[in-house]
């Protein structure tokens, strides 16, 4: 009788633990709406994602002490100038890093994209944030559909006609 009631409490604790292994129940999910949130860009602007709502979105969490960051941002902002501006936004956020580093970098580079400042990481822990670069597109109606984890080639015809099939929806 004590082995089975010794069981039947390492099952319950198995089972507790398995319950608790999926994302939190507030984070991003591909298929669920993006979680809400309201960042300053670096001229001061105010963004808040729900207000985009019929616009396809890029949010790109990143750093600039991030190698991989830094070099797929040429490609993006080829991304961000190609597609149409009423259609189509996309949002680099700043992810615990220094500011002043992504102005030097921003200008260095010549990037036009709104750069955003989550220096307290806020938005990044409701997005679930694992590491950066991390990428979510959100589609019209404000549901994550693709997340995207490293850097990518954002300039690829392939990731330009995935961008495009979601604002034609």
């Known amino acids: 009788m004590k082995k ?4 039947a409490l390492l099952l ?3 089972l507790l633990l398995l319950a608790g292994c999926g994302p939190p129940p507030d984070v991003a999910v591909v298929g669920k709406p993006a979680p809400d949130f309201t960042l300053v860009d670096r001229q001061g ?5 729900s207000e985009l709502k019929g616009q396809v979105v890029f949010v790109n969490f990143w750093a600039t002490w991030c190698a991989p960051c830094r070099e797929e941002m040429p490609a993006m902002q080829e991304l961000h100038e190609k597609l149409p501006k009423d259609k189509f936004k996309m949002l ?7 500011p002043a580093l992504a102005d030097s970098f921003a200008a260095k580079l010549g990037l036009t994209m709104p750069i955003l400042n989550d220096q ?10 694992t ?5 979510f597109i959100i589609n019209k109606k404000g549901i994550v559909v693709r997340k995207f984890l490293g850097p990518a080639q954002w300039n690829a015809p392939r990731y330009i ?6 604002m034609e929806q």
């Open 92 to 98: 680099a956020i700043l992810n615990k890093d220094e």
């Open 45 to 49: 602007k105010t963004w808040t994602l």
């Open 12 to 14: 319950s604790c198995f």
């Open 4 to 7: 089975l009631s010794s069981f």
């Open 131 to 135: 590491g950066v670069p991390e990428t």
């Open 161 to 166: 006609q995935m961008i495009e099939q979601f």
């Open 120 to 129: 307290a990481n806020t938005v990044g822990i409701k997005y679930g944030l």
